[in-house]
């Protein structure tokens, strides 16, 4: 099992940046760990993948906005978000793709203010 914690969320206005990050239980190491997102009334969505080897891969809507980054050591995840939008607020979640199962954190809540 994986257990995963995000934090850094918050309040921020258009055009400001935000660092999310996600603590796993567990070695990372082979592991594939990505961010979703979901808006109010929205289904979740994509936003950024990166690979156990370090290969990452972004959502049309993020990409030179948001890069996403692992540290084997800790154990940890991040998202640095740059140039916010409005329509980037969501809760965002930590995913881990690990023994063919899906994990999830409990969320994140990112509000960006115009």
């Known amino acids: 099992q994986v257990q995963l914690l995000e934090s850094g969320g918050g309040v921020v206005q258009a055009g400001g940046s935000l660092r999310l990050s996600c603590a796993a239980s567990?070695?990372?190491?082979?592991?594939?760990m990505g961010w979703y997102r979901q808006a109010p009334g929205a289904q979740r969505e994509f936003v950024a993948v990166?690979?156990?080897?370090?290969?990452?891969n972004y959502a049309d809507s993020v990409k030179g906005r948001f890069t996403i980054s692992r540290d084997y050591v800790k154990n940890m995840m991040y998202l640095q978000m740059n140039s916010l939008k409005p329509e980037d607020t969501a809760v965002y979640y930590c995913?881990?793709?690990?023994?063919?199962?899906?994990?999830w954190g409990q969320g994140t809540q990112v509000t960006v203010s115009s």
């Open positions: 990166i690979a156990s080897g370090g290969s990452t």
């Open positions: 567990r070695r990372i190491i082979n592991i594939n």
């Open positions: 995913n881990a793709d690990y023994s063919d199962r899906n994990y």
